[in-house]
């Protein structure tokens, strides 16, 4: 079954290549689209995620955050029966999915990784974004994702400041910093992706270590 939800793109700069992005939008995805996202968003692929339980974790996360509904997402009905500590980790994760899909598609950076499980920032400290995103040729894109209930410009302002903290990945420097905020509108998902402009504070550098890479690249082979 496919699925759409309206995506309003903000603020590419005139002239930048995803100019073209600028405007709203409804964003198509199979429902196998959105459960392959939900199970590896932060982590490279799926022989990387830290467990066969955390890829059903996830999985049943998505299911209370979500249902369909005529070809549309919807807040669950026992959504207002959750505790709010429940809620708010549904809609973290709610939030890195939504935005999985969104980069991968809109930016072609299939390579979406949680910066504070991948890698390093210097100088440490401070604000962050969420995650690292790379397409297949190495080009980097912070991305500060956020899940609420509703949409919010406080969200979104100080989702800038996050996405625009890493400067470089390596030394190399970053495409641009995104904001990607996923909230509902008389029950109906909707998202905004926001190229916000820069704030003029000192971008940080993050390293993703090699010795690293290499660990979490053999670790799946203690499932077995």
Not at 170 to 181: A, H
Request: one cysteine or more.
């Amino acid at each position: 079954m496919n699925v759409s939800f309206p995506v309003n793109v903000t603020d590419f700069k005139p002239g930048s290549r995803w100019e073209r992005l600028n405007g709203l939008n409804d964003q198509m995805f199979s429902w196998g689209d959105i459960l392959r996202s939900a199970m590896v968003a932060g982590y490279r692929s799926s022989p990387y995620i830290p467990s066969p339980q955390f890829a059903r974790w996830r999985g049943t996360t998505l299911q209370m955050a979500l249902r369909r509904v005529d070809g549309q997402l919807i807040r669950p009905p026992e959504w207002d029966e959750l505790d709010p500590s429940e809620k708010g980790a549904i809609k973290s994760i709610l939030g890195v999915v939504v935005t999985k899909l969104l980069v991968e598609r809109l930016l072609n950076a299939p390579i979406f990784l949680f910066l504070d499980v991948h890698f390093r920032v210097f100088p440490p400290g401070g604000l962050r974004p969420d995650v690292l995103a790379s397409t297949p040729r190495g080009e980097w894109f912070s991305v500060e994702s956020k899940g609420h209930e509703w949409h919010t410009q406080r969200a979104l302002a100080k989702g800038k400041k996050q996405a625009e903290s890493i400067g470089t990945v390596n030394g190399r420097p970053v495409q641009t910093g995104v904001v990607c905020l996923t909230s509902f509108r008389g029950g109906l998902m909707e998202a905004h992706l926001k190229d916000p402009p820069p704030d003029g504070e000192e971008p940080r550098d993050a390293k993703i270590d090699p010795k690293e890479v290499l660990r979490r690249y053999y670790s799946p082979l203690d499932w077995f």
